[in-house]
């Protein structure tokens, strides 16, 4: 057993650099008592989980000083971690977008309990969705799929009897069915055949820039209650005639017009695009809502016709990461990188786990969910890796204080 020491006077460093001196009675006092005097003497605020660590070990609550032998002078280096909500947006096959607060801990099945608070709809009856991915309802949480801070989610309900979708026609009219989910599309084709006449070989439906495949099903395809689906005529697309679409840059909010044929490529759009803005034409990624445009496919293919707008994503900008024994590494990331992203391309190249890393910015520690581009990290810009593990920790904190011109005692 730890033999108790009396009046112990400990430093304590944080991530921006700055040192503290906290006072305590005696080598018996409990890591959870130590943070609450570091609270009291720096105004730390509640919604702040505060992590000690000494030696590359972080500090559990229940134990006291003496259990990790921490003597008087020592110094240990204290990490403060927000558990406060961010705001992430479900949007419903009707449309409405319900606004919702969690944590980046929060399961798939928390997240449902919450969606049934606000729109009723039971959790067990929730299809969830994002960037194509249908969210599991087990233990996995918004970080483990990469969801964070302003994401849109897509909710589908369960729909097991009748729903009514709409069709708009080639005449302009708009036709209205009943159907189940489970229904293919070329079930829907004999329907719209028998009301309107028009052969099932000779329809084409598109939703949300997509031609519909005769095999799959509505549901595979996200279609529920009160969709509107197109049915176009494949002529009309062979048109040679110039036409607007609209360049939504996303990272920046900014809007351009083009001028477009519609058997233009995609490839062209991007050159288009360079020409205009400036913007390399590798670092381009154009997308429908949910669906990346491939360069070799033609605005016909994905049936974008006058005023319609498609959405531009920057990518493969070059950072640097500062390790804690000084070594640089440089790393192709996209902008819309999550920093969660990030550490996981990191631990590819250096072998450290993810959730042993803390990156920093200009002394401000990234949050997992943020993006890159939420701290306007460009290319060239530069982090500092901090690992919370083993050797290389106890390193970062030798070298943080040599940097500043203290001494740290260390345990014998």
């Excluded at 960037?131 to 989610?153: A, P």
């Excluded at 979708?165 to 302009?172: A, H, L, M, P, W």
């Amino acid at each position: 057993m730890a033999s108790c020491r009396l009046g112990l006077e400990i430093s304590v460093r944080t991530m921006s650099g700055k040192t503290v001196s906290v006072k305590v009675e005696s080598s018996d006092t409990t890591i959870g008592n130590f943070k609450a005097k570091i609270k009291d003497k720096e105004g730390v605020p509640q919604y702040k989980q505060m992590m000690l660590f000494f030696n590359g070990r972080q500090l559990d609550n229940n134990c006291t000083l003496a259990d990790y032998k921490i003597e008087d002078g020592f110094t240990l280096l204290l990490m403060c971690r927000s558990n406060t909500r961010i705001p992430i947006y479900v949007r419903t096959h009707t449309g409405k977008t319900i606004s919702l607060q969690v944590k980046s801990s929060d399961t798939i099945r928390d997240l449902k309990i919450n969606i049934k608070e606000v729109d009723d709809i039971l959790p067990f009856k929730q299809n969830l969705f994002f960037i194509g991915e249908q969210l599991l309802d087990n233990k996995c949480t918004l970080t483990d799929y990469n969801i964070y801070r302003e994401s849109t989610l897509f909710l589908v309900p369960e729909f097991r009897g009748l729903m009514k979708i709409y069709v708009q026609t080639i005449r302009g009219n708009t036709i209205t069915l009943d159907v189940i989910s489970r229904y293919t599309i070329g079930d829907v084709k004999s329907l719209i055949q028998d009301k309107e006449g028009i052969w099932l070989h000779e329809q084409t439906l598109v939703y949300q820039g997509r031609k519909l495949d005769n095999s799959r099903t509505l549901f595979s395809y996200l279609i529920q209650d009160e969709t509107t689906l197109r049915l176009v005529d494949d002529t009309l697309m062979m048109r040679t005639e110039l036409m607007r679409i609209h360049i939504e840059i996303v990272a920046t909010g900014k809007t351009i017009p083009l001028q477009v044929k519609t058997f233009d490529t995609i490839n062209s759009v991007k050159s288009k695009i360079q020409s205009q803005e400036d913007i390399p034409f590798e670092l381009q990624r154009l997308f429908l809502p949910q669906i990346q445009l491939k360069n070799d496919s033609t605005l016909a293919d994905y049936y974008i016709q006058n005023e319609s707008t498609l959405h531009l994503f920057v990518t493969l900008i070059k950072i640097a990461i500062k390790t804690p024994v000084g070594k640089s590494i440089t790393l192709d990331v996209d902008s819309s990188d999550t920093i969660w992203n990030l550490k996981a391309k990191i631990q590819e190249v250096e072998e450290i786990p993810r959730d042993h890393q803390t990156l920093l910015l200009a002394e401000e520690q990234l949050e997992d969910s943020f993006t890159l581009a939420k701290y306007c990290i460009k290319n060239e810009s530069t982090l500092h890796l901090l690992v919370t593990s083993d050797k290389l920790f106890a390193d970062t904190i030798s070298n943080v204080s040599q940097d500043s011109g203290h001494s740290t005692k260390q345990a014998p």
